[in-house]
């Protein structure tokens, strides 16, 4: 509400338009920093074993293309939901000589590499 004169104009209400939702992003990136592959899932999607190993899949030619000649192995760093721990996708992994790192126990703060990761990829999806 405010104070206005009778003979003032009447204020305009702006059409607000609903923010699309949140989204979750997979990210693969290496020490160069460049990422590698980012992937984005629907909302309302849930991360099943067959979509995570055809992120994989995705993740192992990105990694071929942009460091071909590099490496012939990978090192991955994923936590122990079931769509990672399936033998379904270490199979594979192991079968491309990627090396798999444990993570650490679960802590409702955030990981020290969780909270370094986010401003990098904030910068490099800026615009997107």
Same mark, same amino acid.
């Given at each position: 509400m405010t104070?206005?004169?009778p003979h003032s104009p009447v204020n305009k209400k702006f059409k607000t338009v609903q923010p699309p939702g949140? @989204? @979750?992003a997979?990210?693969?990136w290496d020490v160069y920093g460049v990422i590698i592959l980012v992937d984005f899932i629907p909302p309302s999607s849930t991360v099943y074993v067959a979509a995570y190993q055809k992120t994989l899949?995705?993740?192992q030619r990105g990694?071929?293309?942009?460091r071909s000649g590099l490496l012939t192995t990978g090192v991955l760093l994923h936590n122990n939901a079931q769509p990672h721990t399936a033998s379904t996708t270490v199979n594979p992994l192991n079968s491309w000589d990627w090396e798999i790192l444990p993570h650490?126990?679960?802590s409702p703060d955030?990981?020290?590499l969780d909270?370094? @990761?986010f401003s990098k990829m904030k910068k490099h999806l800026r615009g997107q």
């Open positions: 104070w206005k004169h949140k @989204m @979750m997979t990210a693969f899949k995705q993740t990694y071929s293309e942009k650490q126990p679960y955030l990981p020290p909270f370094h @990761m």
